[in-house]
């Protein structure tokens, strides 16, 4: 099973057996989510614009304050969770191809921090570098 796949799985099935009490989800970037259920809501979407993609945010630092989540105030909490070589094989080249779940590859060339990355090759370019 591919690790996106059981980790979704796994908080799914966790928030579930909570019941309201407590919720785990895997979100991303809206550009960079493959799963639409794992699209960012608006305290999400804000915490990964504002925080995680600003230039002095320490790459592995966590956010977290009290905010609202479906209507109750609760104990808000995001990590980021970086590419890695294994996750290219859904998320690397040839974009448009399939992969190995019948999915189409989604090459992104991600921008974070004032710098470039390209997920097809892991490299790491300096904002305005044409390598």
């Known amino acids: 099973?591919?690790?996106?796949?059981?980790?979704?799985?796994?908080?799914?099935?966790?928030?579930?057996?909570?019941?309201?009490?407590?919720?785990?989800?895997?979100?991303?970037?809206?550009?960079?989510?493959?799963?639409?259920?794992?699209?960012?809501d608006s305290w999400e979407h804000k915490a990964i614009e504002s925080k995680f993609k600003s230039s002095g945010w320490e790459k592995g630092k966590t956010f977290s304050e009290v905010a609202n989540h479906k209507g109750r105030k609760g104990f808000r909490f995001i990590l980021l969770e970086y590419y890695g070589q294994s996750c290219l094989a859904c998320h690397g080249e040839p974009k448009g191809t399939r992969d190995i779940i019948g999915g189409k590859k989604r090459r992104r060339e991600i921008r974070w921090a004032g710098r470039r990355y390209q997920s097809g090759n892991l490299q790491m370019k300096k904002k305005g570098s044409r390598r």
Request: glycine share 2%; proline share 8%.
């Open 1 to 40: 099973m591919l690790p996106a796949i059981f980790a979704r799985q796994v908080a799914e099935s966790f928030s579930q057996k909570m019941k309201g009490k407590m919720f785990i989800k895997l979100t991303a970037p809206k550009n960079y989510v493959r799963n639409r259920s794992n699209r960012p």
